[in-house]
């Protein structure tokens, strides 16, 4: 049974920095791809970034190029996005997610890619 935990979660007031973890148990972490999702309130899920098995192959959603940053340590199971400069608008239940597979098809991710979910960890964004 595959289990995803994410942590790292919080209150943080804007412009400042918060990094999320994910570990991933019940599956060969080393080989599937991972991302990030968030919801805001009021609002439909949406893909943040996603990384592929070896990390070489990242996708971002324009609204964090530049201010996220996805990464993994496959030795430890566990997926991270470092969040810089953060927004108000950035107030969301962050979810980590994990693929069967080490890759997606398309230049970009999506939730079809990623068959397993966390339970999500919130992170807001004080004006």
């Known amino acids: 049974q595959v289990q995803v935990v994410e942590s790292g979660g919080g209150l943080v007031q804007a412009g400042g920095s918060l990094r999320l973890s994910c570990t991933v148990s019940?599956?060969?972490?080393?080989?599937?791809?991972a991302a990030w999702f968030r919801q805001a309130p009021g609002k439909e899920r949406e893909v943040v970034s996603c990384?592929?098995?070896?990390?070489?192959?990242?996708y971002y959603t324009d609204s964090v190029k530049g201010r996220f940053a996805i990464d993994r340590d496959n030795a430890k199971n566990t997926l991270y996005l470092q969040m810089r400069d953060l927004s108000p608008e950035d107030t969301a239940v962050y979810y980590c997610?994990?693929?069967?597979?080490?890759?997606?098809?398309?230049?970009?991710?999506?939730?079809?890619?990623?068959?397993?979910w966390g339970q999500g960890t919130q992170v807001t964004v004080s004006s």
């Open positions: 997610a994990a693929s069967r597979s080490g890759n997606w098809i398309y230049d970009a991710c999506s939730e079809t890619d990623f068959p397993f």
């Open positions: 019940g599956t060969h972490f080393d080989h599937v791809a």
């Open positions: 990384i592929s098995w070896s990390g070489g192959k990242t």
